[in-house]
């Protein structure tokens, strides 16, 4: 008998739980592209530590994920690597930060500067071994990210324009992933978040020019993609506070430690 | 009395149908959602179409069968030899000391994450194969190591028990025969215990298709068709892993649309190996 | 000259076989070693005690194992119930029918699906449909049902080995049949059902597909049952492939393992102690 109570009670406390608390998780959510997420991750810490009663969840699932839970309202902030499309245009996006993306390879690789065109023909499948870029005589594995992520698309529009990656490529679901397979191996070559960059590979040169923070403040490095937040409307309460707090001297501070460009200083676009 | 009795007796059925009623559900919902995806460009053409591009609607899974068949395959090529051999040592030769710990070692080798698997393997495996045999590393044959490794406690433990499970009259008459131990094993005790064997393997295979992580960490994803067992590729459950978490509209629902094809294959693996173990018991 | 060639078979065969043998014992003891071998040293008290900074490279694993502590509660208050009650009432209130061969079908079958599929499932049911969204809810429900084969196949196992003994003197006292469950059968049952659910941990805590899709991955620690989580394997997963810090990575490799170890090596002390002796 006892038994029987006692699990008829537990059950009994879940469903009020859930009865009574239908979603009222103090805080709010934050979800969308992987890229914004471990930037994202840093502010909230940041956030949270001025304000201790607050709750910032962040989520990745990308940023056409992030701009569908918006939209649904199954997260109160959506995280975008990419503009939003002409169907999203509705939708309250603000420009938190901009970053570049970047061709990687292994620190070993001898080749330091590739063009646009030759980067697409890389991409493509068109130059297939390292010999005719003035390397070795080694096929060039290429690393791309998963349909759907928003530093694919952004890649994609920036320097593939109509042509398709290659079929062949291996595909990671993460900048984090991506470089750690360029940085294992010698003939990879991938793109990722300049933020992410560190001393485990190595970025490539675009036509000579070098993806710092200089280069894409006066816009002479071109493969720039803004980070958006995205709002189902005008933002208000936390989300309005969080906001603020992201757009201001210290975070954006934070954001350019990490490597980002922050949208206070003057951009060339 | 009487009436608390019916109830309590109601109550543990519909209790105990639960579990088919999960099973009902689950299908329920991955169909609901695959299907209409799977009528919208024809079975055929999802099926044996060879092109994954979600953004230009392209949905084919034949490489990803491909791969998913190749990486059972090569894991399966791993798994029973080693698998049978161990449950062979087991059940026929081992010391009692040894047992004492290759048993609790295998069910260990059964509990641990394949997610520590998939780590182990890209840390270990994938450079190997790339230094030694050429390509990424990241792939086919890297995946059927590593798998056929995780399947080895299903083949092992339930093909032990299945020739522990034979009377010691096969083995005792074998040997009176002239037989040498091997050839009693070999001849008379295996094939006696083949249809748990078989079962095993069934049931080794139905873990590899089903695997996910470790997967995703070591094949390398890439989407074209594999010509090669050092070429990168994704199996049925890999596709539906890495892509979920982005995907919307008709690429979400083609992954529900993977899954329902994976469920089919799993669901005839599994009833497969229930027939054959049923019969076996009963 | 045949009598050489059937014994050179053998010998070459032992060989063979004691080589399998060893080898299987050998990658083990090697997957063990790199990743305790380079995770031990970063266990400590603070470590397990503290939560991560700066994305993850500092700091420690707190709040995932608080996760994983939550999520595997939830999965066993709900599977347990459910798989007791099916044990129960295939032992003791059917035969071999119709009903019970249903039922054992359902769960043999729910034994084999993959837990991607459970993943999909879990994401569309519990976060979408009923609109739970990303939480340790939706995700101790979707552990729930894949633990629930284990809990009713070793409940059942434990409730069979049962001497009919009990169940008699039970039924002459004039007791009736969910009296005798509840104060003969259950109480005797508890130490093997007390192993499942050890079991069922034990999956739990090594489950990643299913869990990403349905309880997120947040780092934060949880407010409620409806905060998303993330689990120490899901942890481990990221760490280990993002490549933030490799340090924390092994250090939380190693944590799972030894868990694992741990839960592994008890519920099988207790499976041969309560249940394989028993008859």
Aim: hydrophobic content about 50%; some cysteine; glycine content about 10%.
């Amino acid at each position: 008998m006892k038994i029987y109570l006692s699990w008829f009670f537990s059950i009994l406390m879940i469903f009020l739980q859930i009865v009574g608390c239908q979603r009222s998780r103090a805080g709010i959510t934050v979800a969308g592209s992987t890229s914004v997420e471990p930037f994202a991750e840093l502010l909230a810490e940041e956030y949270m530590s001025r304000h201790l009663e607050s709750h910032i969840y962040v989520q990745g699932g990308g940023s056409t994920a992030g701009i569908e839970a918006v939209k649904s309202h199954a997260a109160n902030i959506g995280m975008s690597s990419r503009s939003l499309l002409p169907e999203e245009k509705n939708l309250y996006a603000v420009t938190i930060a901009r970053d570049a993306i970047t061709i990687i390879v292994h620190p070993k690789n001898p080749t330091t500067n590739l063009s646009l065109s030759q980067i697409k023909q890389v991409f493509s499948g068109k130059i297939r071994s390292w010999k005719e870029l003035g390397g070795a005589a080694h096929p060039i594995i290429l690393v791309n990210r998963e349909e759907g992520s928003g530093t694919r698309e952004s890649f994609q529009k920036f320097v593939m324009g109509k042509e398709e990656i290659s079929l062949e490529s291996l595909v990671q679901d993460s900048n984090g992933a991506i470089r750690q397979v360029v940085s294992n191996d010698p003939n990879a070559i991938g793109y990722i978040s300049l933020g992410l960059v560190n001393e485990k590979v190595k970025a490539l040169k675009l036509s000579g020019v070098e993806p710092d923070v200089t280069d894409i403040e006066n816009g002479t490095y071109t493969l720039v993609r803004p980070f958006l937040f995205v709002f189902s409307g005008e933002p208000a309460g936390e989300a309005k506070s969080f906001l603020e707090f992201v757009l201001s001297p210290p975070a954006q501070n934070l954001l350019s430690k990490e490597g980002l460009v922050s949208i206070l200083k003057p951009s060339g676009k | 009395m009487e009436i608390q009795e019916k109830i309590i007796e109601k109550t543990l059925l519909f209790v105990a149908l639960s579990s088919i009623m999960i099973l009902g559900l689950i299908t329920f919902f991955i169909f609901e959602q695959g299907l209409p995806l799977i009528w919208k460009i024809g079975p055929r053409a999802f099926i044996l179409g060879e092109r994954w591009v979600p953004s230009q609607g392209s949905f084919g899974i034949l490489p990803m069968i491909a791969c998913s068949f190749w990486v059972t395959i090569g894991a399966l090529a791993l798994g029973i030899p080693l698998g049978l051999a161990c449950a062979i040592f087991l059940s026929e030769w081992s010391p009692p000391s040894v047992g004492m710990v290759l048993r609790p070692a295998i069910q260990l080798l059964a509990a641990i994450p394949s997610v520590i698997y998939g780590f182990w393997g890209l840390i270990v495996l994938v450079p190997l194969v790339r230094n030694y045999l050429g390509g990424p590393g990241l792939s086919i044959l890297s995946g059927s190591l590593i798998l056929g490794f995780m399947i080895l406690p299903t083949i092992i433990s339930i093909s032990e028990d299945s020739l522990n499970a034979l009377p010691p009259s096969y083995k005792q008459g074998a040997l009176a025969l002239g037989a040498t131990h091997w050839q009693a094993i070999w001849r008379v005790l295996i094939p006696a215990a083949r249809s748990g064997i078989v079962t095993s393997i069934i049931l080794g295979m139905g873990r590899a298709v089903g695997e996910t992580m470790a997967m995703i960490m070591i094949l390398g994803n890439a989407v074209k068709m594999p010509t090669s067992f050092l070429d990168s590729a994704r199996t049925l459950t890999t596709n539906i892993g890495i892509e979920m978490g982005y995907a919307s509209g008709d690429h979400r629902q083609a992954l529900f649309a993977t899954g329902v094809v994976l469920f089919i294959i799993i669901m005839l693996l599994n009833s497969l190996a229930i027939f054959l173990s049923r019969r076996r018991a009963g | 000259m045949l009598l050489r060639t059937r014994y050179l078979t053998q010998g070459i065969a032992k060989v063979l076989i004691w080589i399998a043998a060893l080898s299987t014992i050998a990658v083990m003891i090697l997957i063990l070693l790199q990743i305790l071998g380079k995770g031990l040293p970063i266990l400590h008290l603070r470590f397990f005690l503290e939560s991560p900074r700066e994305m993850g490279r500092e700091g420690g694993i707190f709040p995932t194992i608080i996760g994983t502590v939550a999520l595997t509660a939830v999965a066993i208050l709900f599977a347990t119930p459910l798989g007791v009650g099916t044990a129960i009432f295939l032992r003791e209130y059917t035969k071999e029918s119709y009903i019970s061969r249903i039922i054992r079908f359902g769960t043999d079958c729910l034994a084999g699906v993959p837990s991607i599929i459970f993943g999909l499932f879990g994401f569309v049911f519990f976060v979408i449909y009923l609109n739970m969204g990303w939480s340790i809810l939706s995700g101790g429900l979707t552990l729930a049902a894949m633990i629930l084969p284990t809990i009713i196949s070793t409940a059942e196992e434990a409730i069979k080995a049962i001497p009919y003994s009990y169940r008699e003197v039970s039924y002459s006292l004039g007791g009736t049949k969910w009296q005798t469950v509840i104060r003969a059968i259950l109480p005797n049952a508890l130490p093997g059902i007390f192993t499942g659910i050890i079991l069922g941990v034990g999956r739990s805590i090594g489950e990643t597909a299913a869990i990403i899709l349905t309880a997120g991955s947040s780092l934060v620690m949880p407010t409620s049952l409806f905060s998303p989580i993330r689990t120490m394997s899901i942890h481990f997963y990221i760490l280990a492939r993002e490549g933030i810090s490799m340090d924390m990575a092994y250090g939380t490799g190693a944590a799972l393992i030894l868990l694992v170890l741990l839960i592994n090596t008890v519920a099988h002390w207790l499976l041969n102690r309560y249940i394989r002796h028993r008859v």
